[in-house]
């Protein structure tokens, strides 16, 4: 059985980083890494360092025949629905040994996500192919304040339908290190892990730390969903 391990969206935030730690963290030998993206030539640093890169456009199945070819455990890195589908059949029709997905914490049917079902889609088609899976429920980057914090302290307002509501954000590379662990020592069956950050904070708590970071009072202004 094929010890190769495919990483697919190796071009973006989260694959690079998994990549990054299954090299540099834990060791795994380059050779044993097949680093798939719809743009490979953004992949040359990575095949300066021994890893075989491939085109893997989720968009266009006939890509995916030759990018999961030879896998052991597939990586699937979610987009939409409908790219997931074709990715994941096309990772059990390439005989994987194990089949990973990235998913979100609870997405049940009463997700108030928008997204929610896409996940859930995914990770019943995941279990449908009979192929061992680990499914990786990440919750949300704290990297996804970062395009709002700069107007939030220039306004010193920061305007949330949050409420009370707490989120355990957590590092991009965090998640990514987590991923990359479970792809250096694979876990027999089928798993599912939730990653989150060690905590859960309101926007009020976490206005509280942004305003004695950058050293100016921050109002939380609750609005309603409307």
């Not at 935030?13 to 953004?42: C, D, F």
């Not at 997405?107 to 449908?128: C, N, Q, T």
């Not at 950050?197 to 921050?218: F, R």
Request: aromatic share 6%.
């Amino acid at each position: 059985m094929s010890d190769r391990i495919i990483v697919t969206g190796a071009a973006g935030h989260l694959g690079q980083r998994i990549v990054h730690h299954l090299l540099e963290t834990y060791g795994v030998a380059p050779a044993r890494i097949a680093a798939a993206s719809r743009s490979p030539e953004k992949l040359a640093a990575l095949a300066a360092k021994g890893v075989e890169t491939r085109k893997a456009d989720f968009d266009d199945p006939g890509t995916l025949k030759g990018a999961f070819a030879g896998g052991g455990r597939i990586l699937v890195i979610s987009t939409d629905l409908a790219q997931h589908r074709a990715a994941i059949a096309a990772a059990a029709a390439a005989g994987a040994s194990q089949i990973l997905y990235t998913s979100m914490p609870e997405p049940g049917p009463g997700s108030p996500i928008l997204f929610a079902p896409d996940h859930l889609g995914s990770e019943e088609a995941v279990k449908a192919t009979g192929v061992p899976y680990v499914i990786f429920r990440n919750a949300w980057y704290f990297e996804n304040l970062l395009p709002s914090l700069p107007q939030v302290v220039a306004s010193g307002q920061w305007f949330t339908s949050a409420g009370d509501g707490r989120t355990a954000y957590v590092a991009r590379d965090d998640i990514a290190r987590a991923i990359a662990a479970v792809l250096a020592a694979p876990v027999a069956g089928s798993a599912t892990y939730t990653l989150t950050g060690d905590e859960a904070l309101t926007t009020d708590e976490i206005a509280a730390l942004v305003s004695a970071i950058a050293g100016k009072e921050i109002a939380v202004i609750q609005v309603s969903d409307a």
